[in-house]
Each structure stands twice: as C-alpha cells, then as structure tokens.
C-alpha cells in the first residue's frame, strides 16, 4: 500500500515539474490527475500537498538562476595587518543592478500577495471546480494565439531583465493577479502574456516569470502549511513520505523543464501552448460532464 502511493507521489512530482512551468495550468492538469489517481490521504493534507510540492520547483529556479537571483558578491578589500603585510578581506556587497531587480520583483509579486493572503480560501472555494478552471483554460490558450499572431512581425523593446521598468513589473503582476484569483488561468501563462503585451521578449518575458515564482510560490507554499499547522491536523508517516517524495521529484523534473522552455523559446512562440490548453480544457468539460 505504502509503495502504491509513493508511486502515485511520483507521478504527482513528475506532473507539477512540468505544468508548474510551462504555461499551460498546473491546476488544471492537478485537478484531472486527482480525479484518475487518487491519494489515499485526508482531504486537508491534500489541499496542503498540492500547494507546498511546489517548493521543489522553485528549488529548481533558484539553482538554475542562483547566480541571477543572489543579489550579494564578495568584494575584496586591501587593508595592512599589524606587522605590516597586506591582508585581503572579503565582505558582501550588492552585485551591479541587485537592489533595483528585486524592488521590482517585489512590485510585480504585491497585488498577487495581498489577495492571496487576504481571499485565498473563498477564491478557491468559489474558482477551484472543473468548469471554471477549463473555461480559464481555453480562455488563456485563445489569448495565446491571437497575441503570437498579433505581434509577429513585432520586435520586442525589453529584451534583458534589466531593461523591465517598474511600470512594466506592475503591469505583469496585475496579469499574475488575475492567474490568482482564476485557477487554470495559469501563472506562468498570465505574466507571459501580460509581458508580451507590453514588449517584453519571449525569453526575459519567461526568465522574469521564474524569478516572480519565487517569493510568489514560497509564500504561497509557508501559507498553506501554517493553516495545517494550526488547524492540528495529523500528518501520518505515508503522508510525510508523500509529501517528500513528491517534491523531490517535482525539482528533478522542474530542472529540466526550465532548461527545455529557456531554450524553446529562443526558436519558437507559445502558440503550440495556447493549442494545448484549448485542447486541454475541452478535455477537461467533458471529462467532468461524462462523469456526473
């Protein structure tokens, strides 16, 4: 029984490394996988299993970008030691553009925040059901492809993370607001195309959606945890192992996930994504009106 539901843990990983990332809904594949492989866990530890695997993904991001994401460097110093020889000293100081990179996070990640922790369980209660993230779904996916084919021929004025204003973070964290309150909208999705909007290119569009996951997921991920700490509800040693297991593998596959998008989108645009989620939440209504 206990090796069944380590299996079903890894395939919940594998799941979450992949759609965390790639702007198709992690929600919506969740909410599909739940209904054709159930854990055989407490209903609470499943609201709070599917929100803290996360944490193995932004492992991934803050790995793959660490030398981005650090904002310090050693910065060595020449001073003479008691005897009179030189003596190098090392201390932290902000790399070139840190402290301005991560104002403008923090920009872009407050509205998201604010509604998070203020409506987080009547947005799930009123959004988390099948038609609402399927219609957010094909929504998204339609916006994709007429976005792409509205600005082919279109160069791009931001093409470095350096070069988002505050003005353009804003703007992308009110799209990843809107991916806060509509699960399935996606919020890799959302920013993506909210930094499209705005001139922003493929890859910092992308890069700069990473680094947002950051303190967006992790506060998202402490959040959830708190409220099953204090609710007192019970963890058992498979539910522990599931939890672990399933965000281990959600940072393997999140590692090579993020290297794969990095470097499709160099080539391609996100039509064939747009495609898929439409696919997808058809998929998705018509599973849930076969079934009831």
């Known amino acids: 029984m206990v090796v069944i539901e380590i299996l079903k843990?890894?395939?919940?990983?594998?799941?979450?490394?992949?759609t965390e990332w790639l702007p198709v809904s992690s929600t919506g594949h969740m909410i599909l996988l739940d209904q054709l492989v159930k854990l055989n866990v407490s209903s609470e530890?499943?609201?709070?299993?599917?929100?803290?695997i996360q944490l193995g993904a932004i492992m991934a991001?803050?790995?793959?970008?660490?030398?981005k994401l650090w904002p310090f460097r050693m910065k060595k110093k020449k001073i003479r030691g008691q005897n009179g020889?030189?003596?190098?000293?090392?201390?932290?100081?902000?790399?070139k553009g840190a402290p301005e990179m991560w104002l403008k996070i923090i920009v872009a990640c407050i509205p998201a925040a604010i509604v998070g922790v203020l409506l987080d369980d009547k947005i799930d209660e009123l959004f988390y059901h099948p038609v609402p993230v399927a219609l957010a779904l094909i929504i998204v996916g339609v916006l994709f492809i007429v976005i792409e084919i509205r600005q082919k021929d279109m160069k791009p004025g931001t093409r470095k993370i350096s070069e988002i204003t505050y003005k353009q973070a804003a703007i992308i964290g009110l799209f990843q607001l809107i991916a806060a309150i509509f699960p399935g909208t996606s919020r890799s999705g959302a920013t993506i195309i909210g930094a499209l909007l705005i001139g922003v290119s493929r890859a910092t569009a992308a890069q700069f959606t990473f680094f947002l996951a950051v303190?967006?997921?992790?506060?998202?991920?402490?959040?959830?945890?708190?409220k099953f700490l204090v609710e007192g509800v019970p963890m058992s040693i498979t539910e522990s192992l599931i939890l672990l297991v399933g965000t281990w593998v959600a940072f393997l596959v999140s590692m090579f996930t993020i290297n794969f998008l990095m470097g499709?989108?160099?080539?391609?645009?996100?039509?064939?994504?747009?495609?898929?989620?439409?696919v997808l939440g058809i998929v998705v209504l018509l599973f849930f009106a076969v079934i009831k």
């Open 61 to 67: 991001v803050v790995l793959i970008f660490w030398n």
């Open 45 to 52: 530890f499943y609201d709070m299993f599917q929100v803290v």
């Open 85 to 95: 020889s030189t003596v190098i000293k090392k201390s932290p100081a902000w790399k």
């Open 9 to 18: 843990a890894i395939l919940f990983g594998v799941v979450e490394g992949v």
């Open 215 to 226: 303190p967006v997921m992790c506060g998202a991920s402490l959040l959830k945890i708190a």
């Open 264 to 278: 499709y989108v160099k080539k391609h645009d996100f039509k064939i994504f747009g495609v898929y989620r439409i």
